[in-house]
């Protein structure tokens, strides 16, 4: 990927939460839209769907993601991505003393002409915004895990 419109993001979300309720929520993709306001998930097929992802920019991105691993025993998520960003999304998710510990990990490039076009001025705002949704995402998922669902 050309170094200018990659983008590569890892951090670690700490839950007071059993990993396998944890593997859980984030693994129901269908769900995501009730505890991370910022994302509209629309099921194209029992492997596939496409993401809205709307943050502070006015703009909303648009994506396709294609299931690549889904391993509840070693509890990783991973997915390719494609449309305004192409690359890979990863969800891993460990015990952490009482807790867990969720990784996040998205290694991407930038597909959108505008976005592409002003990638490289605007890479700090790109940088805050991702932040910004990610917090949201973070937020909502310890409060969803605070209320669970039966069988979670």
Same mark, same amino acid.
Request: hydrophobic share 40%; no cysteine; proline share 7%.
């Given at each position: ?16 939460a059993?990993p ?7 693994e129901?993709?269908?769900?995501y ?7 509209s ?9 496409t993401v809205?992802v709307? %943050? ?5 991105l =648009?994506?396709?993601?294609?299931? *690549? +691993? /889904?391993?509840? #025993?070693? $509890? ?14 990863r ?22 002409p ?14 805050? %915004? ?5 917090? =949201?995402?973070?937020?909502?998922? *310890? +409060? /969803?895990?605070? #209320?669970? $669902?039966a069988?979670?």
């Amino acid at each position: 990927m050309a170094g200018r419109y990659r983008y590569r993001f890892h951090e670690h979300w700490d839950l007071d939460a059993a990993p396998d309720a944890v593997y859980a929520v984030l693994e129901a993709v269908d769900d995501y839209p009730s505890w991370w306001p910022r994302l509209s998930f629309t099921r194209i097929d029992p492997h596939s769907g496409t993401v809205g992802v709307r %943050s502070l920019l006015p703009y909303e991105l =648009r994506l396709t993601v294609r299931e *690549r +691993r /889904r391993d509840p #025993r070693a $509890r990783v998520l991973e997915a390719a991505l494609d449309g305004d960003l192409a690359g890979r999304i990863r969800w891993t998710v460990q015990p952490r003393g009482a807790g867990t510990r969720a990784r996040f990990e998205q290694d991407v490039e930038l597909r959108n002409p505008r976005m592409r076009r002003w990638g490289p001025v605007a890479r700090p705002v790109f940088l805050a %915004s991702h932040g910004w949704v990610m917090r =949201r995402g973070r937020r909502g998922l *310890r +409060r /969803r895990l605070e #209320r669970p $669902r039966a069988g979670i």
